[in-house]
Structures are given as C-alpha cells and as structure tokens.
C-alpha cells in the first residue's frame, strides 16, 4: 500500500527540519552569561561569572563537543569562533582572578587551555589561524583582550543571524568611540589595533584610512597631527554589578 502523499509531504518537511536544526549550534546559555554579567559599555562582571558559573561551562561543553560543520554558513561559522574566542578569554581570566591585566599571565594568547574536539587550542589560534583567514577586518572588534583599550565586549551571543549587523555596530561603535580613538579636525590618534593589523584593513583596495573613514563620523583627511594612541591593558573589569542585572524587557 502506498502511503499517502501527504503523509510523504510531512516526511520530507520534517526531515528537512532536522537538518536546518543540525546546521545551528545554540548560543543561548552564553547569551545568558553575558546579559547577567557584561554592562552595556563592555565592562565584566568577573565576579558574577564565578559566582554562577553553570551556563558558562555548560556552554563550553557545548563548544567542545559541538565544533563548526561544512554545512554551517559563514556567518554560523564566524560567530562560532568569535563567542569561543570571547567566552574562552573570559575563562582564562577567571582561572586566575583576581589580576590588573591579562598580560600579568604567562604566554596568555599562546596558551593552549582548551580543547573542542579533542583537540587543544589557544586563543592565538582561534585569532590567527582561524578568525583571521575569514577576511573580514571587522572581527578585530568583535573579539577581546580581556582590556580597557580592546573592542568591548558586546552582552549578547553573535548568531549566524545577527553577525552581520552586529560587526557592523562594534566596528562604528569602536572607530567613534573617544575613550580608544580621537578623531577631530586637528588630530587623528588611533587604536594600535589598526597599526598591529593594519594589513588586514587593507581591503577592496583601500588602506586603513579608507576602512576607518567608512564608519568614523569624523573622516581623517589633512589632520596635521596623527599617531597612534597607547594601550591600555589594564583589565576590563566592573565593580559593581551590572545594570542588566535590573533591566526589565
């Protein structure tokens, strides 16, 4: 007996389905940290991070056991190892809270302390060997150093759905921010960022000016003094808890 085409209609429809679901990963448990413990100007609730800890390990249980597939999009991808990147620094800080800066650690980028799937990484790599190789400059803002000069960190999960939007805003957000660039008529100092990757700025053609004028409200044009700002290291921590903490949807 045949069954019934609908019955097939149904059957395809719901495989079709588990197979978009495959090609997700859920970002949500670290969504959830960083909405409790991240203010909205990136500073980190260190604190709270260890004091409940449960979906921020819960999430990198998932990030071990869950690595990107071929079937995943870029973005997916992309956000992957950018929340890995960030949820893993995090970590690295943790482990050894309190400090005045990431840079108190030893070889704390070339570090391998973490593993997905079965296989030890350091955020070194997950920067250079992975993030960097998907030619996009705008990940350089969405990653952190753990510091106050760094990009801060964004309190929410990049999905393979809002990456794009949200690279978008850190990048502007980052290049008009006064606190890591001064941009005005009569002087242009920098981020280092754009001095120790000032490669990757280098795209369709442009240079960095090209790239920072896209997103500056301020263009760099005949400034006559330019130069590069010093960086802070010292760590991106709150002292208080976080405004989300009280926010009401």
């Not at 604190?47 to 449960?54: I, Q, V, W």
């Not at 990431?102 to 993030?131: C, M, V």
């Amino acid at each position: 007996m045949k069954a019934p085409k609908i019955i097939i209609a149904l059957i395809i429809i719901l495989s079709f389905s588990q197979l978009q679901a495959q090609n997700t990963f859920d970002h949500s448990a670290w969504d959830q940290a960083l909405i409790l413990n991240v203010s909205d100007d990136g500073k980190v609730n260190y604190d709270g991070f260890m004091k409940d800890s449960s979906q921020l390990y819960k999430y990198f249980k998932q990030l071990s056991e869950n690595p990107p597939q071929e079937n995943w999009t870029r973005e997916e991808k992309m956000a992957y190892w950018i929340n890995a990147y960030n949820a893993y620094t995090i970590k690295l800080v943790m482990d050894s809270y309190p400090l005045k800066s990431i840079k108190d650690l030893k070889d704390p980028w070339g570090k391998k302390f973490f593993k997905i799937d079965s296989e030890w990484y350091s955020l070194a790599d997950l920067e250079h060997k992975i993030l960097r190789k998907f030619d996009d400059p705008r990940i350089h803002f969405a990653i952190n150093c753990a510091s106050i000069s760094c990009p801060i960190v964004w309190n929410r999960a990049y999905t393979g759905d809002n990456l794009q939007n949200a690279l978008d805003h850190q990048t502007s957000q980052f290049i008009n921010d006064p606190l890591r660039n001064t941009i005005n008529d009569n002087v242009v100092k920098v981020s280092q960022l754009f001095n120790w990757y000032k490669k990757d700025f280098k795209v369709n053609g442009g240079d960095v000016k090209d790239f920072i004028n896209r997103y500056a409200t301020v263009k760099i044009g005949d400034q006559k003094k330019k130069g590069y700002r010093k960086y802070d290291w010292g760590l991106n921590e709150q002292t208080e808890p976080s405004p989300a903490l009280f926010a009401v949807d």
